[in-house]
């Protein structure tokens, strides 16, 4: 870790409880079309892998998304999803503790900070400048961004290429095995935290370099190693 410069965070569930927002838009998109609804405990567990993914589970009502589900009826809840997740104004969604303070320590103390995000990226200017965090990020990569998401390498690889350091010099900061199965691939060190959404897994299974129940403990590991 004595060698970090770059650190990269994923957004919902390791930065912000999102899931309120969510579950609302959600709920209102599969209804739309005559589907049952879905709570906020189910959505909470399906998230985590990109807005197709999580509409097609809320039309599933499951994690694995039913093979016979029509492409046209997913697509159109998706369609309607993001214009019900835009009204919610994520009015509902919170930081979770210590994340602002933690990311502006980092700040100050000169590391670059990047977020990766599954999440689709005409959603995310608004929701980091309604918590103040968009100055304190170099790069801003969505889950339409690159023609692979997490848990593909791609956007961890672009970064590094663009600023010009090697693996060992980049850290992912995740809630899910996505992150550090997207930092595994990429060669990267991985911090895991143990809340957000991983779908009810610890995210200890996926073999993180470091777990963690609080983001502020990303200051101890990094700044002592620094």
Request: glycine content about 8%; charged content about 20%.
């Amino acid at each position: 870790m004595q060698s970090i410069k770059l650190i990269a965070f994923d957004l919902d569930g390791t930065l912000l409880d999102s899931v309120p927002d969510l579950a609302v838009a959600a709920d209102q998109a599969v209804r739309a079309l005559g589907y049952p609804g879905v709570t906020e405990s189910q959505v909470r567990d399906y998230v985590g892998n990109g807005a197709d993914v999580l509409i097609g589970r809320c039309l599933s009502q499951s994690l694995n998304i039913d093979p016979e589900l029509n492409n046209d009826t997913h697509q159109q809840a998706r369609l309607l999803f993001d214009e019900y997740y835009a009204q919610t104004g994520h009015q509902l969604s919170h930081l979770y503790p210590n994340v602002k303070h933690t990311l502006t320590e980092l700040h100050r103390a000169g590391f670059i900070l990047a977020l990766v995000t599954n999440k689709p990226s005409k959603f995310v200017p608004d929701v980091l400048a309604q918590h103040g965090l968009a100055e304190l990020f170099s790069d801003v990569i969505g889950g339409d961004t690159f023609s692979h998401k997490k848990p593909d390498p791609m956007a961890l690889h672009w970064l590094l290429e663009k600023h010009q350091l090697k693996a060992e010099q980049m850290l992912m900061v995740g809630d899910s095995k996505n992150d550090i199965l997207a930092a595994q691939n990429a060669g990267c060190a991985s911090f895991g935290l143990t809340y957000g959404y991983n779908h009810g897994e610890p995210i200890a299974n996926a073999k993180p370099d470091v777990v963690a129940d609080d983001i502020v403990q990303l200051l101890d590991v990094v700044m002592v190693c620094a």
